[in-house]
């Protein structure tokens, strides 16, 4: 089969060989031959006598030449062959060892000029007739005249022959200039006036010039490769900046990232395509970028897809998890709390929070992760706790603390997750969370009564009642104007419930009318009508009215409580006082019942109770009963005493019972904030009360150290402070080395968790994260995505370029694994990549 190309005959192809080889003849008789550039010797030379003499001394210098070459080569070969390897190192620290070329050149010029300031300069003794003299580190620095010290780093001492050198003439100059360039200078008694000299010399000017622009990138033999990888890695780090500050703007707030499709000009990308389209808009630089490679599609790197921002929020995750894990590590001191809540997909994530002790003495609540399906069996979220640690190299025997819900499987006192833990460590005290446990406090007080319960519930279905039509909510603000409207209870904080009460007791009057109009209305429909009457009747009653006014004041308090309860600077003792001031609160309000009656009769305007509106029902006498034994209450009397009493008790019962857990745990540490006010026996006994609860953590000089505190507080004046403030103060003042030990007991103090409401924190950001478009979401991602969210303020303190630095890092070492070299055809992944890579070494 023919292949286009035109074939010869065999004479054809001997006539081009032959005139083929006459032309390259041709050539090469034009080149000179080499005996045409040595004059050859005539005869008459050779017969002269003088030339004779002169030739044959000529031949036997050459001759003698080569025999010394032929000798130092010999040499040189066997002593390189049984040289030792370690004797090849050059000290580029010892001027006099250099070996001038360029590769010491380059070497001075990258790493600078090393001037041994630290050498010892004994070796550097000279005698002079009157005295010794050595050298002194005077001569590194140059006084000018106005008084300015100036250095002389070009100056540089050689501890193996005792002398100075200037390296940059050393490497650049010529070898007449002086000592200072051949053997080394060490006249020391006219150091000054020849360093002036020398410095100030034109030869010296020059070196240093050369060495500066050596250093530079203009001097290297590889200009064009390092300039063309400094614009590439330019290039890819401004593009690179703005796509972390579009992740990191867009995970801050819990923004999804992705949409249905990945086009840049599309109606259906995510935030991340169309925040970069936005910027885009007012970056040239960007739109640039994106003009080029944002509709290359798959395959080609442009760093716009979303495996970059991908790898991205892994990598700033991984920086987040490990300050939060190193700041734990040396607070040594932590606390654990734990909470469970099913997310978006049904799937149960538990919520891991840590707290410790900051730098500056302020305790920190931190989350580390969500853990997927765990199980809700004790022994199950113990194993989790504990794998959890292990993971990030925490060690358990330092964990103090430990804070959750009073849910059995948790706060059990024999197999709960508490119990379990304290089995490994008894150490970590088991803290309630103080604000689940007020919740609990007024769901006790609401269910030991029907009053109570009657009236929550009326208060939710009045609410359900306007909200389910537009046209009742429209007559409801009609007469509320610029009242409250209704509110719904709230599921899960209990005292949250003021809010709902406090709608319904500044809007009774306009609520009353807006059912009453509802009720008038003929083109209601009847089923309307009839549920708008039945919600009527309890204002008209005392009972109702009295309960409003009752539980606003109540929940009020409880209200602020709660608020305070969920800070993460509240400590123990400042529950212990909280808890205390609402026992007296509800003790103190007991005698308010006339007063809160005269507020409900003014309200409603009703003063009978329903119990005296009712006929009485007299019951047969027995033939032996009298008319005395009969006893019968009035309405007023039977509301008070079972409704009222009732729940004052209830609430002042529970309060005292959940308020004793903390005044135990409190009673240990609550000398160290009150110290001023105890003698010495008390704090001695006190003090030996916790070195022998901690053994290994607080030494005998604890109650030395405490004694001296209290002069040291007598003495400022300064007699009460509250733990977090004490500890601060020490922190602040640098006086932990002082009180070590009292340092060690605040922090143990302190880093316990005196609520979990961090976790519940959290389960509102896991909504956010993962909603019901991000219901498949993976743990991996949720995790990262879920800490830089929580964690955002942490986030906002790292720098764009450690970020990228660390993304480059990973892909410079993916490069380097690669067995093939990179060529220009690569993608720019690729070859940004290895210009990272290549740059460290350059």
Not at 442 to 467: H, M, P, W
Not at 743 to 748: D, S
Not at 796 to 820: C, G, L, P, T
């Amino acid at each position: 089969m023919s292949d286009g190309r035109k074939r010869f005959s065999g004479s054809e192809y001997k006539k081009r060989a032959k005139d083929k080889e006459y032309k390259e003849s041709k050539v090469l008789n034009k080149i000179p031959k080499l005996s045409t550039f040595f004059k050859p010797a005539t005869p008459s030379s050779l017969n002269a006598p003088d030339n004779g003499q002169q030739h044959q001394h000529d031949l036997e210098e050459i001759e003698t030449s080569k025999c010394e070459s032929d000798l130092v080569i010999n040499n040189l070969t066997t002593s390189t062959l049984n040289m030792d390897p370690a004797t090849f190192y050059i000290d580029y620290n010892d001027p006099a060892k250099w070996i001038i070329n360029d590769v010491t050149r380059d070497y001075v010029a990258k790493h600078g000029i090393n001037q041994n300031l630290n050498d010892d300069f004994t070796c550097s003794k000279r005698e002079y007739p009157d005295k010794n003299r050595f050298l002194n580190k005077s001569l590194f620095v140059r006084t000018r005249i106005n008084g300015e010290v100036q250095s002389r780093p070009w100056l540089v001492f050689s501890k193996s022959t005792g002398t100075v050198f200037c390296a940059p003439c050393r490497l650049f100059g010529s070898a007449h200039l002086s000592t200072l360039v051949t053997i080394g200078f060490n006249d020391w008694k006219n150091a000054v006036r020849k360093l002036n000299d020398h410095e100030n010399s034109i030869p010296h000017k020059t070196s240093t010039v050369a060495l500066i622009e050596r250093g530079k990138t203009a001097g290297k033999i590889n200009q064009e490769i390092v300039l063309q990888l400094e614009q590439e890695t330019n290039y890819w780090r401004n593009i690179l900046k703005r796509i972390v500050a579009t992740v990191r703007s867009l995970v801050i707030r819990g923004l999804p990232l992705r949409g249905s499709e990945e086009k840049f000009g599309s109606y259906h990308s995510g935030n991340f395509i169309m925040t970069l389209e936005l910027l885009a808009e007012f970056d040239p630089f960007l739109s640039e970028h994106i003009r080029h490679y944002g509709k290359i599609g798959s395959g080609n790197t442009s760093y716009l897809s979303s495996q970059t921002y991908g790898e991205f929020i892994q990598i700033m995750a991984e920086k987040i998890t490990k300050q939060i894990v190193e700041e734990v590590k040396v607070s040594k001191y932590f606390s654990i709390s734990v909470d469970s809540t099913p997310d978006v997909s049904h799937v149960d994530q538990l919520s891991f929070i840590i707290r410790y002790i900051s730098k500056d003495g302020t305790p920190i609540e931190r989350f580390l992760k969500f853990i997927a399906n765990t199980g809700h069996k004790s022994e199950q979220l113990a194993d989790a706790v504990f794998d959890t640690l292990n993971q990030y190299n925490l060690d358990i025997k330092n964990c103090r603390g430990q804070s959750y819900d009073n849910a059995s499987n948790m706060a059990g006192k024999y197999t709960g997750l508490q119990a379990r833990i304290k089995e490994v460590i008894p150490l970590a005290i088991y803290v309630p969370c103080s604000a689940h446990s007020l919740n609990l406090v007024g769901i006790s007080a609401v269910d030991c009564c029907e009053k109570s319960t009657t009236y929550f519930r009326y208060l939710q279905e009045l609410y359900n009642f306007f909200t389910a039509s537009t046209h009742r909510w429209e007559i409801l603000l009609f007469y509320l104007k610029k009242s409250k409207c209704v509110k719904s209870l709230s599921q899960t904080r209990w005292s949250a419930r003021y809010e709902a009460g406090k709608s319904l007791c500044t809007s009774w009057s306009e609520i009353k009318n807006a059912l009453q109009a509802i009720i008038d209305d003929a083109n209601e429909k009847p089923v309307t009508k009839f549920d708008a009457s039945v919600l009527l009747k309890p204002f008209n009653t005392i009972e109702m009215c009295f309960m409003t006014v009752f539980w606003n004041e109540v929940l009020e308090r409880f209200h602020i409580v709660n608020k305070k309860l969920q800070s993460v600077n509240i400590e123990l003792g400042m529950i212990v006082e909280l808890y205390g001031s609402l026992e007296q609160y509800i003790s103190r309000i007991r005698n308010n019942f006339e007063e809160y009656e005269g507020k409900a009769i003014q309200i409603c305007g009703e003063m009978q109770y329903k119990k005296d509106k009712r006929r009485t029902v007299k019951r047969k006498r027995q033939f032996d009963e009298t008319m005395n034994e009969v006893i019968t209450e009035t309405g007023k009397e039977d509301f008070r005493i079972n409704v009222f009493f009732v729940i004052l008790d209830k609430l002042n019962a529970e309060l005292v019972r959940r308020g004793s857990s903390y005044k135990n745990l409190c009673v240990k540490f609550d000398f160290l904030t009150n110290i001023c006010s105890f003698d010495e026996e008390i704090i001695s006994e006190k003090t030996r009360a916790l070195i022998e609860q901690y053994p290994n953590d607080i030494e005998e000089s604890f109650t030395n150290e405490c004694l001296h505190l209290r002069d040291h507080l007598f003495f400022k004046s300064d007699k009460k402070r509250n733990a977090q403030e004490l500890c601060k103060m020490l922190y602040t003042n640098d006086l932990i080395d002082i009180y070590p030990n009292v340092t060690t007991a605040l922090r143990m103090y302190l880093c316990t968790f005196a609520t979990n409401c961090t976790a519940e924190r959290s389960f509102s950001a896991l909504k956010r994260v993962k909603s019901h478009l991000r219901s498949t979401l993976e743990s991996d991602r949720l995790n990262a995505t879920s800490i830089l969210h929580i964690e955002s303020e942490m986030l906002r303190s790292i720098n764009y370029d450690d970020i990228i630095d660390d993304f480059a890092s990973k892909k410079a070492v993916r490069v380097m694994m690669d067995s093939n070299m990179t060529s220009v055809d690569d993608p720019p992944t690729h070859r940004w990549s290895t210009a990272i890579a290549v740059s460290e070494f350059l």
